[in-house]
């Protein structure tokens, strides 16, 4: 079965070989690895694709949250979720078939790129199926090169990472302090409390 998985670290050097070392440890492999900066700096969320038993996924997850710049661990699986992937493709054009390879693009909403005499280069975002379904029709005409970046998801239902809200009347910008103190009492709590462990 295929599991999406969010987890949200603290941005700091070598967290990404921690995280995904567990899971090739187990003998899982990871299909696609995204990883950002959240809303703040001092955290990011790897979004992880992997294939395997649950049994052993849900030790893994248990494993990631006892890691100490690991925040929160969500399987999304299990919830309602939106999920997005970018790929860019170029794809052999000549002058003959260009209109053709430009009809297929525009069938699934991609935007052209960049052109050249001889390929044009194609930026399509959306579900997996739906980037999949633009290459197949695409691979008659030549794929030369294909680049995705891997899914990216988040829940419709829980928050995840949740940031309190400014408060009434005040505009966000002049609640920034207060946002970045929360984040880091949320981080400085959890690690104590795996240190009395």
Do not use: W
């Amino acid at each position: 079965m295929q599991h999406v998985i969010s987890v949200l670290v603290e941005n700091h050097f070598g967290v990404l070989a921690h995280v995904s070392g567990l899971f090739s440890s187990r003998g899982f492999n990871i299909d696609s690895l995204a990883v950002g900066e959240t809303d703040d700096p001092t955290i990011s969320r790897m979004t992880i694709v992997a294939k395997g038993d649950d049994r052993i996924l849900d030790q893994i997850m248990k494993q990631l949250d006892k890691l100490v710049d690991v925040v929160k661990v969500i399987d999304l699986t299990k919830d309602e979720m939106i999920s997005r992937e970018l790929a860019l493709c170029k794809v052999s054009a000549p002058a003959p078939v260009r209109s053709d390879v430009i009809q297929v693009v525009n069938t699934f909403r991609g935007k052209i790129v960049d052109v050249n005499p001889k390929t044009i280069t194609v930026e399509i975002t959306g579900t997996e199926s739906k980037i999949d379904a633009m290459l197949e029709l695409l691979r008659p005409f030549g794929i030369r090169e294909v680049v995705r970046t891997g899914l990216v998801a988040m829940s419709r239902v829980s928050d995840g990472y949740k940031v309190p809200p400014p408060p009434a009347g005040v505009y966000p910008e002049s609640n920034i302090e207060n946002l970045e103190s929360n984040g880091k009492k949320k981080t400085k709590k959890k690690k104590l409390a795996k240190s009395k462990k």
